[in-house]
């Protein structure tokens, strides 16, 4: 009977991680997709390339959980154990794939080179096991499904580990019904951290087990994800389906944080501005960050022309208390008159006692507005902050248009 997981646990193996060589990006984002389809991912972890270790890791993933996901250890060198550590685990012999080993051979042979022996691994399967094709690099992954448990090894690089999972496992895990009948919307906030949010929503919210509340601190802005699964009826009444949980909680979430509320799902700071501006074109003038508001808004189809000066000079006590500085205003006017946009957005930004000081003018349809905010941190994260407060006030200004 085929495996429909529900618990799963990531292990990333490479002892690059374990020393802070290399960060593990791939754990976050498997999560992120198994979350999707309705997996309760219950953690993830970073292991040595250690045989001993890893083969442990695996033994004790599989007692906690009905999906295991390695990423890493597949190459052709000595310290690359993760079929090893999975074969030790399992009490199983790996031997040669013929098919894998001539497929490896040919990889070699199209490059005008002869492969290497310690290459011959790689062709390598235990009983039981499928072979997942790397169109991107020599180290297939393992499709294992082992006593009430689904293993699944892919490569350590993401631009090998990416395709293999998209195009290799994720269709395999929905074909068997995952996220058939898991509902979830993500709520995307502006103007708000995520400290607040907690308290907005209560704790109540965030620790009920259906729906799931969970919020997450993004780099542009702060998540709430909302994941429900169908609820059987009790004492006679009706199953609940998850839609119907999903829209109960959303409402409530939006009663305590709608109006910060600018996107949903995957919608990123253009499309939810190019939402709201309809026809209309933006044209964008930045001091002191970097030309990191023209990159956040780079390929949007409204976004008409960016102008990018230097860095600016930390704010004095004076334009602290000052109204926000007329060279923003003065930007404004100005890009509308010389590019033709139907809106314009101006920000400078400033170092003030290890924060930002931020200055923003928005003119659209011939109304100005203008506001000063100061945000957290300096430097590249001040600059990044400053950037994405731009793009709040441009939303704040284009009106109250729902979020869909």
């Not at 729906?211 to 006679?236: K, L, Q, S």
């Not at 441009?394 to 009106?399: D, S, Y």
């Amino acid at each position: 009977m085929a495996i429909t997981p529900r618990r799963a646990v990531i292990l990333a193996v490479g002892s690059e991680l374990t020393t802070g060589e290399t960060r593990d990006t791939n754990g976050g984002d498997l999560a992120a997709d198994l979350s999707r389809l309705g997996v309760h991912v219950i953690r993830i972890e970073l292991l040595p390339d250690e045989l001993d270790a890893a083969a442990t890791a695996i033994r004790r993933a599989i007692d906690d959980a009905d999906l295991v996901v390695t990423t890493g250890g597949l190459g052709p060198t000595p310290d690359d154990l993760t079929r090893e550590a999975l074969a030790a685990a399992l009490g199983l012999t790996p031997a040669v794939d013929a098919d894998l080993e001539r497929q490896l051979v040919r990889l070699f042979e199209r490059r005008g080179a002869r492969m290497p022996e310690t290459n011959r691994k790689q062709a390598w399967l235990v009983p039981g096991a499928e072979a997942l094709p790397n169109a991107h690099g020599t180290a297939p992954g393992w499709w294992l499904e082992h006593d009430g448990t689904l293993l699944v090894t892919l490569p350590g690089p993401p631009r090998e580990l990416q395709p293999m999972w998209r195009e290799g496992v994720l269709p395999r895990l929905r074909a068997r019904g995952l996220g058939a009948e898991v509902a979830v919307r993500t709520l995307r906030l502006t103007g708000i951290g995520e400290s607040y949010v907690v308290e907005a929503l209560g704790e109540a919210m965030l620790r009920a087990s259906n729906p799931v509340v969970a919020t997450y601190a993004r780099p542009d802005a702060v998540d709430v994800r909302i994941t429900a699964r169908p609820e059987p009826g009790r004492d006679g009444t009706p199953d609940r389906p998850a839609a119907e949980l999903l829209a109960e909680a959303e409402r409530r979430v939006r009663e305590a944080l709608g109006a910060h509320v600018f996107a949903t799902d995957d919608e990123t700071w253009p499309e939810a501005l190019g939402r709201r501006l309809g026809t209309r074109r933006v044209a964008t003038w930045e001091h002191g960050t970097g030309g990191l508001l023209a990159a956040t808004l780079a390929g949007a189809p409204w976004f008409l022309h960016g102008d990018v000066a230097g860095e600016a000079p930390p704010a004095t006590p004076h334009d602290a208390q000052a109204a926000p500085a007329d060279r923003v205003r003065t930007a404004a006017e100005t890009l509308t008159a010389s590019t033709g946009a139907e809106a314009a957005l101006a920000v400078e930004a400033r170092l003030r006692d290890g924060d930002t000081l931020v200055d923003i003018a928005v003119l659209v349809d011939g109304t100005m507005r203008t506001e000063r905010r100061t945000v957290f941190l300096a430097g590249e994260q001040g600059r990044r902050r400053a950037a994405l407060a731009a793009c709040a006030a441009l939303w704040e200004a284009l009106g109250s248009a729902p979020v869909s």
